[in-house]
């Protein structure tokens, strides 16, 4: 093994003194010269070192190995660089290494400017107009049109708050009250959404017959009107969402702030993100269905059939729902009839001292004993506010496409005729 070592080492230190020794034969007319010398002798010294390495390598200490070593790697990095700046000038004609940097530097320099040039074209194709800072854009905010804006500003993020400010007297409120807020806020937004649905429910189904018989001659847009539910329950659930999340910053913000219990600390709870966002995604559901009566028919060309014909069948099954009981008065009513309680839960009005205690079935007994009238909404309340809500929608939709319509009419006369 070790005449092996021998004979590849000395063969490598052959070729690399061979190579040196060629080199006295090289032009100095060959260009480029520098770095072909460089090349050569690199290579030259490369080969010799390395079947040096090979050679001695039983008997030389680690220190010599690490050092013949790192030459070898310097050498290799050499000899690459050396070759790539050769073909790179041979490839240009360049007659020095000096010459051949200029024109190396002068594309890079050419190359980035397009590039940055384009990147520019990419970020603001339209220049900077959309930002303006000077001295005019400050005198634009004393104007009266801006003042306007700005306080409707304020008072749109008022309205933002007001859910922030709710939830946080909510939360500040003793805890036998938010029980029995929390569970009578919860049953009637269920019972709500549970008539609303089956309301809306009947006029899709009676739109959809009336499209068949052909009394209607527009079709029913079911799917958008889902997707408009679907976007306005997602809003609502994004207010529940942030209401719940601003909370700590109010508790830690409000210096009045005292807490004494556990239960004070309700606010820095997940579960307060649960249930506000459970809240916001009810009261969204409720909004989109009473929106989407007026938007069954938007396909329609005629704006009454369009805005005004089914809100109009949607009064008349809330009008019939309401007499058959499908309303959270009736419904709970119905509950408490086919409930069959121990007929020992007392009345919880006036006596916290139970009312955490009590549990959801409990709370039944309690709608039983105590009459349903006391928590839940009565049907003529409920159906007002949906016939209010119903119409209210309709109304605005209604205005908003008589205002299109005029403005579209108006481009259209504007126009000059041939």
């Known amino acids: 093994m070790l005449t092996i070592h021998y004979i590849v080492g000395g063969v490598f230190a052959v070729v690399g003194i061979y190579r040196a020794w060629a080199m006295k034969d090289f032009h100095s007319d060959s260009f480029p010269l520098t770095p072909k010398i460089v090349y050569g002798f690199a290579v030259s010294i490369l080969w010799t070192l390395l079947g040096v390495l090979l050679m001695f390598a039983q008997i030389m200490s680690g220190i010599v190995k690490l050092c013949i070593l790192f030459a070898l790697l310097v050498l290799f990095v050499l000899v690459i660089l050396t070759k790539g700046l050769i073909r790179g000038m041979d490839d240009r004609e360049s007659y020095s290494v000096p010459h051949y940097a200029k024109e190396v530097a002068r594309d890079v320099s050419v190359s980035f400017k397009s590039k940055v ?8 194709p339209d220049g900077w107009r959309e930002l303006s800072l000077d001295v005019r854009s400050i005198e634009n905010v004393m104007t009266f049109g801006v003042m306007v804006k700005i306080y409707f500003l304020l008072v749109l993020v008022g309205l933002i708050a007001v859910p922030v400010v ?27 959404a549970s008539s609303l649905t089956v309301s809306f429910l009947l006029v899709v189904l009676l739109s959809i017959v009336l499209f068949l018989v052909g009394v209607l001659k527009t079709r029913i847009r079911i799917r958008y009107s889902i997707e408009k539910i679907s976007a306005i329950t ?24 005292k807490l004494r219990a556990p239960s004070d600390f309700e606010f820095v709870s997940l579960d307060l993100l649960v249930n506000f966002t459970a809240i916001g995604a009810i009261f969204g559901y409720v909004f989109g269905l009473l929106t989407c009566f007026s938007e ?11 805005r005004l014909f089914v809100p109009l069948l949607a009064i008349i099954v809330l009008c019939i729902t309401v007499r058959m009981k499908i309303s959270p008065h009736g419904i709970a009513s119905r509950i408490m009839e086919t409930f069959s309680g121990d007929g020992n839960a007392s009345c919880l009005i006036g006596d916290d001292s ?36 119903v119409v209210g929608f309709a109304v605005v939709s209604l205005k908003r496409d008589i205002r299109s319509a005029r403005d579209v009419s108006c481009g259209v006369s504007a126009r000059p005729t041939n």
Do not use: H
Request: with cysteine; proline share 3%.
């Open 117 to 124: 040039k384009e990147l520019y074209r990419i970020i603001a």
């Open 296 to 306: 069954l028919a938007v396909s329609a060309q005629n704006l009454v059939v369009r």
């Open 166 to 192: 709710l939830a946080w007297s909510f939360l500040n409120s003793g805890i036998e009250q938010r029980r029995v807020i929390g569970v009578v806020g919860a049953y009637n937004l269920l019972l709500s």
């Open 354 to 389: 139970r009312i955490m205690e009590i549990s959801d079935m409990e709370l039944f007994q309690f709608f039983e004993q105590c009459s349903v009238e006391q928590v839940v909404i009565t049907d003529p309340t409920y159906l007002w506010c949906s016939v209010v809500g």
């Open 234 to 257: 997602g809003y609502f659930t994004v207010i529940g969402f942030a209401s719940a999340a601003l909370i700590p910053v109010v508790a830690a913000l409000t210096p009045s702030v």
